[in-house]
């Protein structure tokens, strides 16, 4: 009887520890990846992340056959249709990877649940963190909730384990089973086909990930720590989307920059320490989810529940969302974002200051269109983020620290070479002004802010 290896967020061969564990029961395999939108508390993916995923599910399906393997696809929700899946094929094993998600997990649990009820095999592992989230706790137990005492708990901890290599002997279950067409699941864009620009800034799928890892510990990682912070250099090693669909392993990335920072100089230990720091960040992200699993929608600190948001105001959300505020470095980053599916780190912060402090628009509204527009889109690093910026999370910028995108231009952008790239009209009539006069807006924040600061 066949073993059912279940691909989620881990669209990948190497280093995939359920997938080798299956192959190390010697079945042969029943590989599936399920669309599932309607369990409850499932959020649906956003566009970018569909056209994102489009791709990876080729990659991984070309990867998989090259073994024997076919990818069967599937449409339903997890707990029947894994099951339905069993019973077609008779398997008596079922393999996958954790998600940390209170949605997923509470599907994963119930499936497992069941499954073994009915006498099958059930295994889950550790694969999309290097450190899982309930085993770096405070003296007293409790989730941390700063990121430096977290990272240095994770570094004192036993370190990650070595990566597992792709399997070699894989072999695939050779009965037909029933599978939905890919091009049917619609995850596409096509009219109006908004890709292009995604299409021109991205390769996703496995190998990709890997090359891009490679080119950033050779090219980059020695200017790293200087220069990942200028938005104009393409400083930074672009993994977001790849690991945020686990086409990569955060334990690859671990291992290789290790053995780089063992052999190197300052300049480039300096730069693989910032960088596995940046991983502790990612990491620290699903800690605070695993511990707060409302935190693209609930407020981190409850006393910033008094916050007197203003009534939307749907034109200023729209110029921001659209990129035509009149704020170069604002609209340069919105405009990237709408382009690519990305958005450099240091801008995403600026734009995030301006839309919730300038703007005094809620946090969420700007999650909710990163959601939809990142090709990175991560249930833990965006909502995180955003309340990090909007003040009211975890860890969080001071609300008082109100970006301001000029100065932030000059030291970030001094020659306006990113300004430029993104927003052509710049410096011409046809570039709109300011629609808010940024003095004015952050003492009006600053204002609105003291009504939690009294109700805290
Ligand atoms: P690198 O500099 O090469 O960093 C390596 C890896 O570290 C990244 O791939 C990422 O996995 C991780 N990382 C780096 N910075 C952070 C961070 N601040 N938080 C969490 N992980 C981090 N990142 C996402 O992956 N998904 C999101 O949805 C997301 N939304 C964000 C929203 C806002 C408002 C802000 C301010 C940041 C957001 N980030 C998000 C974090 C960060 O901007 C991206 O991870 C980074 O720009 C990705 O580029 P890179 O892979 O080249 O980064």
């Given amino acids: 009887a066949p073993a059912i290896v279940w691909f989620r967020e881990d669209l990948r061969l190497d280093d995939n520890p359920a997938l080798a564990a299956a192959v190390a029961t010697g079945r042969p395999l029943v590989a599936v990846y399920l669309r599932d939108e309607v369990s409850p508390g499932v959020r649906p993916l956003g566009g970018a992340a569909r056209w994102w995923l489009h791709q990876s599910l080729t990659s991984l399906a070309e990867s998989l056959a090259g073994h024997g393997v076919t990818l069967v696809l599937r449409t339903g929700p997890a ?63 409790t989730p941390y909730s700063v990121f430096t005492p977290f990272w240095r708990a994770c570094l004192a901890s036993p370190p990650p384990r070595a990566p597992i290599d792709e399997p070699d002997e894989v072999t695939g279950w050779d009965r037909d089973v029933p599978t ?26 496995e190998a990709s990930a890997h090359r891009l890892l490679d080119e950033f510990l050779t090219d980059k990682l020695a200017a790293y720590d200087d220069e990942r ?28 920059t290790d ?50 948001w203003p009534p939307l105001d749907e034109d200023a959300l729209a110029a921001w969302q659209q990129g035509r505020t009149g704020i170069p470095l604002v609209d340069a980053g919105m405009r990237e974002l709408w382009r690519t599916g990305a958005m450099h780190n ?69 020659h306006g070479e990113y300004i430029r ?12 002004a300011p629609i808010v006069d940024l003095a004015q807006t952050r003492k009006a924040a600053l204002a609105a802010y003291d009504v939690v600061k009294r109700s805290a």
Wanted: aromatic share 14%; net charge negative; glycine share 8%.
């Fill in 346 to 414: 240091r801008i995403r912060m600026v734009v995030a200051s301006f839309l919730t402090k300038n703007l005094l628009i809620d946090w969420r509204k700007g999650e909710q269109w990163f959601w939809d527009t990142l090709v990175d889109a991560d249930s833990a690093a965006n909502a995180f983020n955003w309340q990090w910026v909007a003040g009211s999370g975890a860890d969080a910028a001071p609300y008082f620290r109100i970006f301001n995108p000029e100065l932030q231009a000059k030291k970030f952008d001094p």
């Fill in 259 to 308: 053995l780089v920072r063992r052999g190197a100089g300052a300049r480039e230990a300096a730069g693989a320490s910032r960088f596995l720091t940046e991983l502790g960040w990612r990491e620290f992200c699903y800690h605070v989810l695993f511990a707060a699993p409302d935190l693209a929608t609930v407020n981190w600190r409850r006393g910033f529940d008094a916050f007197p």
């Fill in 79 to 141: 707990t029947t249709e894994i099951a339905q899946l069993v019973r077609e094929t008779g398997a008596e094993a079922v393999f996958w990877n954790r998600r940390y998600g209170a949605a997923e997990r509470a599907v994963d649990a119930e499936l497992k649940t069941g499954l073994r009820e009915d006498g099958v095999e059930v295994a889950s592992f550790a694969a999309a963190l290097l450190f899982e989230p309930w085993t770096i706790t405070t003296g007293s137990g």
């Fill in 421 to 432: 790239q993104n927003v052509p009209e710049y410096g011409t009539d046809a570039y709109p």
């Fill in 180 to 205: 939905d067409l890919l091009a049917d699941w619609d995850l596409e864009p096509t009219r109006p086909d908004w890709a292009a620009g995604l299409r021109e800034a991205w390769q996703p799928g």
């Fill in 229 to 256: 912070d200028l938005p104009a250099q393409a400083a930074t090693s672009g993994l977001s989307p790849h690991l945020r669909w686990g086409e990569i392993s955060p334990h690859r990335i671990w291992a290789q």
